[in-house]
């Protein structure tokens, strides 16, 4: 599935995403904010104070690929934004890069991986623990989609709502929570 175009960088694919804020208010780009986060994460970040300190050890590199024309937003800055985000909104377009990047074939191998993420449970406010599915494809060490399972259900329940989501087709997906059989997903 290889072509000739060269693939539309991170910045093509949030540029449509809806900015939160008002506008007279904005000290930092919204694609600033969200360029900087996502790598943070990738590269370990677990909060947003973390996002701060990668933009500042990495600015010289950010500005290769960025405006910055305020320097690099505060952790209260990409805590605020990034919690005005339409999730559903961000998950789109985050999976629209990940689509380009990724090179999915018929016969793809794309395991399911469930976990419950740690700490994430509040028992004096009744609140379970938080599990997430999430999908990989084997060949390019990506994970095309993750979706939390509902409050009041568990990792097999957001199986299907994931499948649906990345349309998979021709596509062997493996469940790795479980000692069940791989599922094919034809078109």
Known sequence: MKTDQPTPNFIDYFADLADPRQEDRCDHKLIDILFIATCAVICGADGFTDMEEFGLAKE????????LPNGIPSHDTFGRVLARLNPKAFQQCFLARVWAVAQITDQ???????????????????????EL???WTRANRLMLGQIKAAADSNEITAVPQLLRLLELKGCIVTPRFSSSKPITCWP
Do not use: Y
Not at 60 to 67: C, G, K, P, S
Not at 113 to 125: A, E, I, V, Y
């Open 133 to 135: 599915v999430s999908a």
């Open 108 to 130: 793809e191998i794309v395991p399911l991986d469930g976990k419950t993420l740690r700490r994430s449970h509040d028992k004096s406010n009744g609140q379970r623990a938080i």
């Open 60 to 67: 010289t590199w950010l500005r290769q690929f960025l405006e």
